[in-house]
C-alpha cells in the first residue's frame, strides 16, 4: 500500500512516517515547510519522500494527490495552538486549516479512491459528566473555536467519504513537537513547585503507540468512528504530573488545583474527557499499552534518565 501523511512536522506525522517504513509500506510525507529535516537534530524522517502542501490550497491538494495515487491518506495536520484559536484575527485562519484543508482531502481521497483517516478530538463534545464518550455518539457542542472547527472537519469527511476513519484522541504526546510531559520537566526543573488541575480527567495517548494501530486500522476496511488512547484508566492532569515526576527522579512539589483556581486558559477546556475504546476491542484491534508504560518508554526516547 501507498500511504500520503499530511502534518509530518508534528508529533503523530513523523511517527506514522516511521511506523509505515518500519512495515515496509511506501509513504510520502507533507507539510507546510519546502523541505523537511524531521527532528531538531537535523535527522530525515525515515529517509522517505517528502511534498510540501498547504492543505488551505484546494487546487494545490488535487493536483498533489492525484499525482501520487495513495491507497490511504492519513490525516495529522492541523491547526492545534487551542488558545490561539480563540483570538479573533486566528479564527479564519483555524476554520481555513480544520475545517477547510481537512475538505480538501477528503475531496481528493474520493477522488482517487483512497481510505482516509482523519485524526479527531475529544474537544468536538461538551466535556461534561463522568460517563466516557462513546465514538458514536452525536450529541457535539463544543467548548472552544478549536473543537468547533475539528467538528467540522469531521462533519466534511463523513459527508464526503464512505472510506474513512475518525479517530479521536486526548491528551497526545510524541518526541517530534511540544507537549504536556516536555512542558512539566522544563518547569519542574526551574521551579521549586508547581500547580496543576485535578478537575481535568482523561488518558495519555502516546503517538509511537498510536502510529501502530493508524497503519492496523489501514489495513482494514472496518471504518467508522473511533476514540483511542493509551490504556491504564482516567486521570487527572495533576495525576499525570505526578506520575511524570516519580518516573523521572524530580523532587518537584505538586499542588493540586481546580481549573477555576489555575485560571489563565483562554479556552475553555473539557472536565470530561473519559474516551470509550471498547469498539477497538469488538473490532478486532489492539489497544494501545497501558500509559505509565507509554510515559516510561516516552522517557527513555526523550533521554530522561531512568530512575
Not at 498547504?54 to 495552538?81: G, K, L, Q, Y
Not at 471504518?223 to 518537584?252: L, P
Not at 508504560?293 to 530512575?307: C, F, M, N, S, T
Request: hydrophobic content about 35%; overall charge negative.
Amino acid at each position: 500500500m501507498k500511504f500520503f501523511v499530511t502534518g509530518v512536522a508534528g508529533q503523530l506525522g513523523h511517527d506514522v512516517m516511521n511506523e509505515l517504513k518500519k512495515r515496509g509500506y511506501e509513504g510520502i510525507g507533507s507539510d507546510l515547510a519546502p523541505e523537511y529535516s524531521g527532528m531538531q537534530d537535523g535527522s530525515p524522517v525515515c529517509g522517505m519522500p517528502y511534498v510540501s502542501l498547504d492543505i488551505t490550497d484546494a487546487a494545490a491538494v488535487d493536483r498533489t494527490i492525484s499525482e501520487i495515487r495513495p491507497d490511504v491518506i492519513v490525516h495529522c495536520a492541523a491547526w492545534t495552538a487551542v488558545d490561539m484559536a480563540e483570538d479573533d484575527d486566528k479564527a479564519q485562519k483555524v476554520r481555513a486549516i480544520n475545517a477547510g484543508g481537512t475538505q480538501h482531502i477528503a475531496d481528493a481521497a474520493k477522488k482517487t479512491g483512497a481510505k482516509m483517516i482523519y485524526l479527531s478530538t475529544d474537544y468536538v463534545f461538551d466535556g461534561q459528566g463522568t460517563e466516557p464518550w462513546d465514538p458514536d455518539c452525536k450529541d457535539y457542542r463544543p467548548l472552544n473555536w478549536y473543537g468547533q472547527t475539528k467538528l467540522e472537519g469531521e462533519q466534511a469527511v463523513s459527508s464526503t467519504l464512505e472510506k474513512y476513519f475518525i479517530v479521536r484522541i486526548a491528551w497526545v504526546f510524541g518526541k517530534n513537537g511540544k507537549n504536556f510531559i516536555k512542558t512539566m520537566l522544563q518547569v519542574g526543573r526551574t521551579h521549586d513547585e508547581v500547580r496543576v488541575v485535578n478537575d481535568q480527567i482523561g488518558t495519555p495517548t502516546y503517538t509511537l503507540d498510536l502510529s501502530r494501530l493508524l497503519v492496523d486500522m489501514a489495513e482494514t476496511e472496518k471504518y467508522g468512528y473511533y476514540h483511542v488512547t493509551n490504556e491504564g484508566g482516567y486521570i487527572s492532569w495533576y495525576d499525570f504530573t505526578c506520575e511524570i515526576y516519580r518516573q523521572a527522579g524530580m523532587k518537584t512539589k505538586i499542588i493540586p488545583v481546580t481549573t477555576a483556581e489555575y485560571g489563565l486558559s483562554k479556552a475553555a477546556r473539557p472536565f470530561n474527557s473519559r474516551l470509550d475504546k471498547s469498539k477497538l476491542v469488538k473490532n478486532g484491534f489492539r489497544p494501545l499499552p497501558d500509559w505509565k508504560d507509554a510515559l516510561h518508554r516516552y522517557l527513555q526516547e526523550i533521554g530522561v534518565p531512568e530512575q
